[in-house]
């Protein structure tokens, strides 16, 4: 270099560093004897490091490799951008984390899907997801208790899309009208198998509202369904029956006999021929149409079941469930001691405001039920708070004072009242919450207030959790008093189903249905349970 | 590192393979930084923005050595300079059509601009690499040392191996200006007038700043090391 040497050290060594290739440390450092001490140490490493550098260099393979890579990379990059190409610059670089994210994502769009599905109705891109996570469900839960629990949600989900399809406008098809009839005749001999006595309300309020629904959308059917629709509806009316004869804990009327009172227009088949569509019980409907059913109250979808519970001390219905499956419901209420309640019964099947309920020894477990774990499906019940909890129903008019725990409470005094409290948190509690402070307490002193209330009004809209609020009005209570129909109305305006309440002020044998007929204008129909007072006239309607 | 321009950084007209390897030399008046015209480097920007494969091809040419060399100077393993150096030319594909000449509308300049780009993007994919290994056990600095007593002794390979490892373990402790012109002169083979024009800094600045780095590295080298 022509330069003058530099003078400060940084400068300096620069110019070592420069020198460096061709006169090797020594030399440079003869031109600043200086700072030689200082910089050769670092000139020394500088050296090593050239070198180390200079072994890396670029290969011309490396080279090509890289050209190779970059070329492709760019053929890629061309191709029309992906709505996940972000996910290709994600560094997956193992297996493991290409596949963890993969089962994260399909995680997160199943559970996202299920949830979405909740308010699906048929026809609905996320429906066969809502059937198919109940179908899920069903298989989890671990006993019947919980499956009953289970069936009458589906059924209330059914009961909701029922109810929209109707406010939309549209025809209910038939699957609707089968899945609902096979849920709720499901859980109705589990209910009766399993003698869950907690659910028994929730049962009949579930069948109350579904023949009130049914009711309402009888015209409304789809051209190839009314076959079901018949079958279903009278399914209900059998059903109703039970689920009554079950809250009063009498033995379940097979026979059209028994339930004198209630004596829907169907006695003969009890149990539907439950629609054949699902169960493939048709068969057997058939067949039993008017048999003497009276042991299996409950739909026949259950054929095996019921086989098993003829002894039951349903004594007159026993020998008429042979033929049901469902028989074994019948059988299973034993509980019934009532036999001789079974006559009393009648109008039992009448909702639980059996005003004349004598308090039975029912009361107990009205009120025992009233918790039962209801509560707890009501919520699992999500979004579809169907407070079906009919159970809380209860109103067992013949049952006396039963414990109809929401309406209850004011006949009889029953510890109704307590229990209505209580009743009506179960299942509803769920729903309840919506349904807040059920009347229920209230009316205990009343028994009006039937825990129904819950349901009963909110219904029509699926989220059932409504229910439960509406339910609160049962009308119930008003029986409690006079047994005249329920004057629950209150929820019965959205629920109709709220049927029940009408009954059973009157222990009468359900003529007193009538105030039912009071009622009529939500429960009429639906409220099936008065069959056998008389003048239902609503319950066959919607058969 | 210098090569034969004709061979290898004017790659003209096509995809050239360098025929040799090239051999070390620190020529200041050999710019790595203007491969080319800057009508020329112009035109095959152009090219490549309208995807035009042997503008890629023909860009790389024009880089991938220096960007390779200060690749695998930072992160100190040759498997990691070629994953990293490929990102570095993948990105410049992608995101070509946003590159503008700015203010780089002197003779001469473009070249710089255009090489000072890709060095940004290396810049950032090896600070992203460091990061994410950043808990990954490092070469710990004080491994075998190297003992190069003569500039032409043969050492080892794996040797060398070694050393640049600790060599890239000791940039992450110097500043990042520091690392950053030690890179590019001692990796990339820029001169200090290439440097400073690529970090804007005087070349008296860049001397300073190599001279402190050396210091630095040296007592973080000769910790472990032996000398």
């Known amino acids: 270099m022509t330069n003058p040497l530099p003078n400060d050290l940084s400068a300096i060594l620069d110019d070592c560093l420069n020198r460096l290739p061709t006169e090797g440390i020594e030399a440079c450092l003869r031109h600043y004897p200086a700072q030689a001490a200082e910089l050769r140490p670092l000139l020394t490493m500088a050296l090593q490091v050239r070198a180390s550098q200079q072994a890396a260099s670029m290969a011309v393979a490396t080279r090509a490799r890289i050209r190779q890579r970059v070329l492709t990379g760019a053929a890629a990059a061309e191709r029309p951008a992906s709505p996940f190409g972000f996910l290709a610059r994600l560094r997956l670089n193992s297996v493991f984390s290409r596949m963890a994210l993969a089962s994260l994502l399909l995680l997160v769009m199943v559970v996202g899907s299920v949830a979405a599905s909740a308010y699906a109705s048929p026809g609905d891109l996320l429906y066969p997801v809502k059937r198919g996570a109940e179908g899920l469900r069903l298989g989890f839960a671990a006993d019947d208790n919980a499956r009953a629990n289970l069936h009458l949600q589906f059924a209330d989900n059914r009961l909701n899309e029922i109810e929209r399809a109707a406010q939309k406008g549209n025809q209910v098809e038939g699957d609707l009208l089968a899945n609902l009839d096979q849920n709720v005749s499901t859980a109705a001999t589990l209910i009766e198998q399993s003698q869950l006595a907690a659910l028994t309300p929730r049962l009949l309020t579930v069948a109350d509202r579904e023949q009130q629904v049914l009711a309402a959308v009888k015209d409304k059917v789809a051209a190839g369904a009314k076959a079901t629709y018949d079958q279903v509806a009278s399914n209900n009316s059998r059903l109703l029956q039970i689920a009554i004869a079950l809250k009063n804990h009498e033995p379940v009327p097979s026979d059209p006999m028994v339930i004198s009172e209630r004596r829907t227009p169907e006695p003969t088949h009890i149990l539907p021929t439950a629609v054949a569509t699902q169960q493939g019980e048709p068969t057997h409907a058939a067949t039993r149409t008017h048999e003497p059913e009276p042991t299996h109250i409950l739909p026949p979808p259950l054929p095996s079941r019921e086989a098993s519970r003829t002894p039951r001390p349903e004594p007159s219905h026993e020998a008429t469930r042979t033929h049901e499956p469902e028989p074994t419901r019948a059988a299973t209420r034993t509980h019934e001691p009532e036999p001789t309640r079974a006559a009393t019964r009648t109008h039992e099947p009448e909702p639980t405001h059996e005003a004349t309920r004598t308090h039975q020894p029912e009361p107990t477990h009205e009120a025992t039920r009233t918790h039962e774990p209801e509560p707890t499906h009501e919520a699992t019940r999500t979004h579809e708070p169907e407070p079906t909890h009919p159970a809380t129903w209860t109103p067992n008019p013949t049952l006396t004072p039963r414990p109809e725990p929401t309406h209850a409470p004011t006949f009889t005094h029953e510890p109704e009242p307590t229990h209505a409290a209580t009743f009506t948190p179960r299942p509803e509690p769920t729903h309840a919450a919506t349904l807040t402070p059920r009347p229920e307490p209230t009316h205990a002193a009343t028994l009006t207030p039937r825990p129904e209330p819950t349901h009963e009004p909110t219904r029509t809209h699926e989220p059932e959790p409504t229910h439960e609020p509406t339910l609160t009005p049962r009308p119930e209570p008003t029986h409690a008093a006079t047994f005249t129909p329920l004057p629950e109305p209150t929820h019965e305006p959205t629920q109709t189903h709220e049927p029940e309440p009408t009954h059973p002020a009157t222990l009468t044998p359900r003529p007193t249905e009538t105030p039912r007929s009071t009622e009529t204008p939500h429960s009429e129909p639906t409220a099936t349970p008065q069959p056998t007072a008389t003048p239902r006239p609503t319950e066959t309607p919607h058969i | ?227």
Request: net charge neutral.
């Open chain 2, 1 to 227: 590192m210098l090569i034969n321009n004709k061979s290898v950084l004017v790659a003209k007209g096509g995809v050239g393979e360098m025929l040799e390897t090239p051999t070390y030399e620190h020529n200041q008046e050999t710019t790595r930084l203007a491969v080319a015209s800057d009508s020329e480097l112009t035109a095959v920007v152009e090219r490549a923005r309208q995807r035009d494969r042997q503008a890629y091809a023909t860009l790389y040419e024009y880089y991938c050595v220096p960007i390779y060399d200060y690749v695998l100077f930072k992160v100190g393993q040759v498997e990691v300079a070629e994953d990293i150096s490929g990102q570095v030319f993948l990105k410049m594909i992608e995101n070509i059509a946003r590159f503008s000449w700015r203010d780089s509308q002197e003779q001469g300049t473009r070249g710089a601009a255009f090489a000072g780009w890709l060095y940004r993007i290396a810049h950032n994919l090896i600070a992203d690499h460091l990061r994410r290994n950043a808990r990954r056990p490092t070469v710990p600095l004080d491994a075998v040392a190297i003992n190069v007593s003569d500039l032409h002794d043969p050492v080892t390979a794996a040797e060398f191996s070694i050393y640049r490892t600790q060599l890239a373990a000791a940039l992450t402790h110097l500043t990042d200006l520091q690392s950053q012109v030690i890179a590019l002169k001692y990796g990339a083979g820029l001169s200090n007038a290439e440097v400073g024009h690529l970090l804007a800094r005087t070349e008296g600045a860049i001397k300073n700043v190599q001279y402190t780095a050396l210091q630095k590295l040296q007592k973080l080298l000769r910790a472990e090391g032996q000398h």
